[in-house]
């Protein structure tokens, strides 16, 4: 018996006290996105067979963008779009990223065919963006056609000093920021040590975590999955935003 089936299985059996619980009893809410999906075929694909709390953030215009994002909804995942945005360090984008320079004819267009090849996205969060983020001319514009697509946005929170969440919201756009890197680093040992660190921070207030589709990463989430569960209340990123 595979372990969906065994999780559907025992889903009726009466619920155990969790390990973890705030003062309501109840476990933490944590959002775990996954992003950068589309560069790395195989990470990428593995990403859709985890369960289906976990949301996916899918780069636009790779040549695996449009099949990813059927997929992942065929797995029952919630979709976004991870849309690049021009970093202070001069990053190369890739194809339909947004710099802070571009009139707003140019970045409305670049938004809607960026939606376009990731059918089904129900949100968006900013790949990069350092530069962007913080600048609200370009906020402006991106947001205001973002409306056409979706209803939330998730900041990233690549600057420190970033307003694109306050823009965002402005346009009429739930919103919510980035808690927690589970991946911010290149050690195999990181990604747990980070998972253990959302235990200090989770307490009534849901949890945004973001991680990317790294072959130690998806290991930890395959084989720490009940682990997660059993100390959080995993949610997909639209149940988190306001």
Known sequence: MNRRNFLAMTAALP???PAFANANGRRPQVALIMDDLGYRASDSYAALDLPKELTVAILPHTRHSTALAEGAAAFDHEV???????????KFLGLGGLTVD???????????VAFASVPGAQGFNNHMGSAFTITEEPLNAVMAQATQHVDFFIDSVTHAKTIASQIARQHGLKTARRDVFLDDANDRLDVPARARTLLRRTGELPTIAICHPRPETLEF????????????ELVPASQVVS
């Open 221 to 232: 989430l395959q084989t720490e999955w009940n682990w997660l569960e059993d100390h959080f």
């Open 15 to 17: 619920a155990l006290t």
């Open 80 to 90: 976004m779009l991870h849309m690049p945005m021009q970093a202070t360090n001069g």
């Open 102 to 112: 571009m009139p707003d004819g140019e970045l409305s267009e670049l938004m809607d």
